[in-house]
């Protein structure tokens, strides 16, 4: 069963980076597609950054575009979220998710479970904050 552990997390300042990282273990299959989630209390959790595993598309949300890379590893199996001049606006838990249904990295990230339930990890909390 795929199992998916977050790090990276931290309290940063305004115009600080980090760099989250998201390990996936367990499935005999790799997830086609994963990505980070960010919530906020008494919100959802919305799509920052998708990837495809076989065509290595990614999307990258308005809000992070210019400042968040998202990439694989995929001799270690993980996925990695690199956040530049990172913004108050940034603060909220981040979740890994990964699912095996084929879709564009877009469309993953507002709908990750599109197809099947997405498999989720635990969360990192990310604040950014003087």
């Known amino acids: 069963q795929l199992r998916l552990v977050e790090s990276g997390g931290g309290l940063v300042q305004p115009g600080g980076e980090l760099r989250l990282s998201c390990a996936a273990s367990g499935s005999s299959q790799d997830p086609l597609m994963i990505g980070w989630f960010r919530q906020v209390p008494g919100t959802g959790r919305r799509g920052i950054s998708c990837?495809?595993?076989?065509?290595?598309?990614?999307y990258v949300a308005e809000s992070g575009r210019g400042r968040f890379t998202i990439s694989r590893d995929s001799a270690k199996n993980t996925v990695y979220l690199d956040m530049h001049s990172l913004k108050p606006e940034d603060t909220g838990t981040y979740y890994c998710g990964a699912g095996f249904f084929p879709a564009s990295p877009a469309v993953y990230c507002s709908n990750p479970n599109i197809g099947n339930p997405a498999t989720w990890g635990q969360g990192t909390q990310v604040t950014v904050s003087s």
């Open positions: 990837f495809r595993r076989d065509d290595k598309s990614t």
